[in-house]
């Protein structure tokens, strides 16, 4: 059997957006494409109030792990998918990935406020990568299924 597509998602950190995205993407097209996430500059852990915001939507972060860009170098990558600006910027000399798209969210790392303040900021940025990857996983099915990449973006890009 074919080695599967790999779609890489990167922001800075590696700890709230793009595992969500990660876990949103695998749910949706794992069977048809290894999905992976990396970070620019990866925080070395996963955010508590991320793992708590999928474990909600009942997936599971709580065995992720904070990963960088570096580990994916010598990896022929299909599809990047930058998830910040900054992790825009850094990618842009990544030399194995095929299409890039940019898919901007806010970080909600940044939220201030008491916990359920942020914890609601969480659930906000969840929902709109849920959506977004949601959207993209079926589109990759769909094509997978056609026997074609789609080569179509959730409405960004």
């Keep these: 059997m074919a080695e599967k ?6 922001c800075t950190g590696n700890s709230c957006r793009s595992q969500m995205a990660e876990a949103f993407l695998r749910q949706t097209a794992g069977e048809t494409i290894e999905v992976a996430s990396a970070g620019s500059a990866p925080s ?18 709580e065995t992720a792990r904070s990963k960088s860009i570096d580990e994916f170098q010598s990896r022929s990558i299909e599809t990047l998918i930058t998830v910040c600006a900054n992790a825009g910027s850094a990618c842009h000399t990544f030399p194995t990935h095929g ?14 406020g008491s916990e359920a303040q942020r914890m609601a900021i969480f659930r906000d940025v969840r929902d709109a990568i849920e959506q977004a990857f949601t959207a993209y ?8 299924r056609s026997g074609m990449v789609n080569q179509v973006t959730p409405g960004k890009d």
């Excluded at 996983?137 to 997978?144: F, K, V, Y």
């Design 5 to 10: 597509p790999l779609v890489l998602i990167v």
């Design 99 to 112: 299409r890039h798209h940019h898919w901007e969210f806010p970080d909600p790392a940044l939220a201030q």
């Design 137 to 144: 996983g079926q589109e990759r099915l769909e094509g997978a």
């Design 44 to 61: 070395g852990h996963v955010h508590p109030l991320a793992v708590r915001a999928m474990a909600e939507v009942d997936l599971r972060l």
